[in-house]
């Protein structure tokens, strides 16, 4: 456990979560849940039961690791999530580069080793479920998707669940990598108009246009930007964009996934003017990262 989070336990509980005391565990959709791709943000929130999970990843070996590192919050499902069509899974050499849309071979030039990692080596047919439409999700306040290029398809066919989720950490591409993929702007896009703005980058990827390599690693970046995980909150301006609950779960989410104790302040606050929390909570929170810094 990170030292900030263990300086956020009291007795075993969670300080920040005992102050603000929703009314239940934030909810948390993944969207290609593959852990290849290293820790999730909430890994911290999840260890400390203070989330549910819900995940969907359409390929077999992946998901059967999720199935073996699961805990009691988390549930996995072989899913497709996109526009609802029947499209195909192109499987590529590296499990990561796996997606819906097709490796565009002259864009994988670009970039070194890009042409071995996006070979497709097999295709699977695949029915694809809209996002709206998955019964088994109950609730979603915060939405994680990697989805190699098929991003667009599921914020589209999601709307409703979107209107009631008050975070996103999505990829998006500077140099499309897939025939079809959406650029940035188009991801930008649909979420503003969906209510969200941008917060922070959870990871930037560089990488060197081919054939240059730098300091003998071919994947070590200059300038070039490549793609990047983002994170959209919901429109932070107004207290009464949000209810006093959303508040909370905002402020959770930005504490204990992002360490942006800013944000999380700006929604205990906002709480507070709704009446959902009491006046003395933001000098508590101040105390609960004092108590943390001189531990």
Same mark, same amino acid.
């Given at each position: 456990?990170?030292?900030?989070? /263990?300086?956020?336990?009291?007795?075993? *509980?969670?300080?920040?979560?005992?102050?603000?005391?929703?009314?239940?565990?934030?909810?948390?959709?993944?969207? %290609?849940?593959?852990?290849?791709?290293? #820790?999730?943000?909430? *890994? /911290?929130?999840?260890? !400390?039961?203070?989330?549910? $999970?819900? %995940?969907?990843?359409?390929?077999?070996?992946?998901?059967?690791?999720?199935?073996?590192?699961?805990?009691?919050?988390?549930?996995?499902?072989?899913?497709?999530?996109?526009?609802? %069509?029947?499209?195909?899974?192109?499987?590529? +050499?590296?499990? %990561?580069?796996?997606?819906?849309?097709?490796?565009?071979?002259? +864009?994988?030039?670009?970039?070194?080793?890009?042409?071995?990692?996006? !070979?497709?080596?097999?295709?699977?047919?695949? !029915?694809? +479920?809209?996002?709206?439409?998955?019964?088994?999700?109950?609730?979603?306040?915060?939405?994680?998707? #990697?989805?190699?290029?098929?991003?667009?398809? $599921? @914020?589209?066919?999601?709307?409703?669940?979107?209107?009631?989720?008050?975070? $996103? &950490?999505?990829?998006?591409? @500077?140099?499309?990598?897939?025939?079809?993929?959406? /650029?940035?702007?188009?991801?930008?896009?649909?979420? +503003?108009?969906?209510?969200?703005?941008?917060?922070?980058?959870?990871?930037?990827?560089?990488?060197?246009?081919?054939?240059?390599?730098? #300091?003998?690693?071919? &994947? *070590?970046?200059?300038? =070039?930007?490549?793609?990047?995980?983002?994170?959209?909150?919901?429109?932070?301006?107004?207290?009464?964009?949000?209810?006093?609950? =959303?508040? *909370?779960?905002?402020?959770?989410?930005?504490?204990?996934?992002?360490?942006?104790?800013?944000?999380?302040?700006?929604?205990?606050?906002?709480?507070?003017?709704?009446?959902?929390?009491?006046?003395?909570?933001?000098?508590?929170?101040?105390?609960?990262? =004092?108590?943390?810094?001189?531990?």
């Amino acid at each position: 456990m990170p030292a900030k989070e /263990a300086n956020m336990r009291q007795d075993g *509980k969670d300080a920040l979560f005992e102050l603000l005391r929703p009314k239940r565990r934030t909810a948390i959709v993944d969207i %290609g849940a593959n852990p290849i791709d290293g #820790d999730p943000p909430y *890994k /911290a929130m999840l260890a !400390a039961g203070l989330c549910t $999970v819900i %995940g969907f990843e359409p390929q077999a070996e992946p998901l059967a690791e999720l199935e073996r590192r699961k805990g009691p919050h988390e549930r996995y499902l072989p899913y497709a999530v996109g526009d609802g %069509g029947e499209h195909v899974l192109h499987v590529c +050499r590296e499990p %990561g580069m796996s997606s819906l849309l097709a490796p565009d071979p002259d +864009r994988l030039a670009l970039f070194n080793g890009f042409p071995d990692f996006g !070979a497709v080596l097999h295709q699977v047919p695949v !029915a694809t +479920r809209r996002l709206d439409d998955i019964a088994e999700i109950e609730c979603m306040d915060f939405l994680k998707i #990697d989805v190699q290029g098929g991003e667009l398809d $599921v @914020f589209r066919s999601g709307r409703r669940r979107l209107a009631a989720a008050i975070a $996103v &950490q999505t990829e998006i591409s @500077f140099v499309p990598l897939y025939a079809g993929q959406p /650029a940035f702007g188009e991801i930008d896009t649909v979420l +503003r108009e969906a209510g969200f703005v941008p917060h922070c980058l959870a990871e930037l990827k560089l990488r060197p246009l081919a054939p240059l390599i730098i #300091d003998g690693d071919p &994947q *070590k970046g200059l300038r =070039q930007l490549l793609e990047a995980d983002l994170v959209y909150v919901r429109d932070f301006t107004r207290p009464d964009a949000m209810s006093g609950e =959303q508040w *909370k779960h905002l402020a959770l989410i930005a504490h204990h996934c992002y360490d942006s104790i800013d944000l999380a302040l700006r929604a205990i606050n906002s709480a507070v003017q709704l009446g959902a929390l009491p006046q003395s909570t933001p000098q508590r929170y101040f105390d609960l990262l =004092q108590a943390q810094r001189t531990r």
